[in-house]
């Protein structure tokens, strides 16, 4: 069992920056590969960012890709998502979420991640 909080979401203008973190507790974090996800109002829930259970490999989806930088230091438990050169359109509440189901891959089905955090909001003024 892995319990995710994030934390560090805000309000933040039109090409600032925020990073958020994602602390888990459990032994068993360093094995799971993980996941950013984000919801807006009235839109479907979507993939991020994912990483490797070590950090060797990441993921991003299309319109964040070298803007966002996904990261994790197992040693705290915690994974990050440093957001720069944000834009309204990246407003959502933002997720973390554990894949457990060990996979040495970075899978971005929704329904794939057994572990969730509650989410924190992320709000990009223009």
């Known amino acids: 069992q892995v319990q995710l909080v994030e934390s560090g979401g805000g309000l933040v203008q039109a090409g600032g920056s925020l990073r958020l973190s994602c602390a888990a507790s459990?032994?068993?974090?360093?094995?799971?590969?993980m996941g950013w996800f984000r919801q807006a109002p009235g839109k479907e829930r979507e993939f991020v960012a994912g990483?490797?259970?070590?950090?060797?490999?990441?993921s991003y989806e299309a319109s964040v890709k070298g803007r966002f930088t996904i990261s994790r230091d197992n040693a705290k438990n915690t994974v990050y998502l440093q957001m720069n050169s944000l834009k309204p359109a990246d407003t959502a509440v933002y997720y973390c979420?554990?894949?457990?189901?060990?996979?040495?891959?970075?899978?971005?089905?929704?329904?794939?991640?057994?572990?969730w955090g509650q989410g924190t909001q992320v709000t990009v003024s223009s």
């Open positions: 459990g032994r068993t974090f360093r094995k799971y590969a």
């Open positions: 979420a554990a894949d457990g189901a060990l996979s040495s891959n970075i899978r971005v089905g929704i329904s794939l991640y057994d572990y």
């Open positions: 990483i490797t259970w070590n950090g060797g490999s990441t």
